[in-house]
């Protein structure tokens, strides 16, 4: 069991589940005196207690049945103890391990799957987008282990990215893909609190929203155009187009992830975000990361596209929908 953080819990839980089983026999011997099947003076005692003045609550000796019971069961205990995995480190005489079963089931899982993965080995993503059978699987795996934080459509929602819109925060290649699905992502914003008071922060906010072309106070995002060179920079790009390499997104193209009001950017500003796309590489085989690379990136290159092989990350901002409400 190498889930204790350190040995101390091994032992606890062996002192506990070996002193239960001594404590109940050691009760069975204390309390022996009522095992014996007649009473000392060949009439049952009662305890004293007399409920509706002529009931009484006698004190018959335990069953030997139950006796046996008793210490069959504290005999399979010890026993359980022995064989299976449940004193602390110990693995027990029969090194059973529920990890590994669940690892078993699962490699001839994998096996029993190969032959339908095998035929895609030799494609590339784009055929692999086409291709309707692997499209199938594509969609039926995204259920399974994507859909809970994306949605089913893919179009995600706030702080959860729309993988169907054609834009990017890491970058829409099929290499790009596979690492966010293999590696999982962190998208980290640094609050601004200790340096931006929420007056700045909100002519910042109002010059993000000018970047978009939505409506915005002309003197403010004057003023905020100056602190965003100050603070901002550095991760969205002096444009504000973002970077790729950084997780930081485009802030020109009207595409949010958490939403467009100037409040919630100034949010953003002041408290910072941490996001994550968490790792897949141990969860999924490569075939499936492969079919799952294919389907998304599928759901932003349609064939006509594909054909021509257009790049992804070009594609107009204005054709994609935002993700989030204005
Ligand atoms: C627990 C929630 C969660 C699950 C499950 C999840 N994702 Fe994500 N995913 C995220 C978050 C959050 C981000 C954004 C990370 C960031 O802000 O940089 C993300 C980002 C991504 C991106 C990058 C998008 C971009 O614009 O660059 C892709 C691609 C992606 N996920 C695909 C998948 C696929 C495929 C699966 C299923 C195997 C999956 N995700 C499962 C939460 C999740
Ligand atoms: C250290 C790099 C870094 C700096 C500096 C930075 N950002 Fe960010 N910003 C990010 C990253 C990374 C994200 C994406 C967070 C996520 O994935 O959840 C982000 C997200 C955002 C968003 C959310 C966009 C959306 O789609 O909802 C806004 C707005 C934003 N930043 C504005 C700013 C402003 C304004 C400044 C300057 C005060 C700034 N950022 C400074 C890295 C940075």
Redesign the pocket.
Known sequence: MSDFVNGFWGYFISIVAVGGVVWCVWLLYTQRRWLSTKPANGKVEDTGHVWDGDLTELNNPVPGWWTWMYLLACAFALGYLFFMPGLGEFKGQLGYSSTEEVAKQQAKMAEAVRPIYARFETMDIPQIAQDPGAREIGQRLFLNTCAQCHGSDAKGGP?FPNLADGDW?HGGSPEAITQTITQGRV????P?KAA?DAKT?GD??QY?RSLSGLTADPVRVFRGKR??AN??V???GVDGKGNQA????N?TDD??????SEA??VK??LDG???RMPAHGDILTPEQIKILTAWVWGLSNKPETTASAAPVSTAPASAAPA??TK
């Open positions: 702080s925060l998208g980290v914003m640094p601004w931006i922060a910042i906010a993000v602190e965003f603070y901002c550095a991760c969205h950084l997780g930081a997104p802030l595409v949010w992830l958490y939403g467009s919630t950017i953003t500003i975000r941490d996001n993700t989030a």
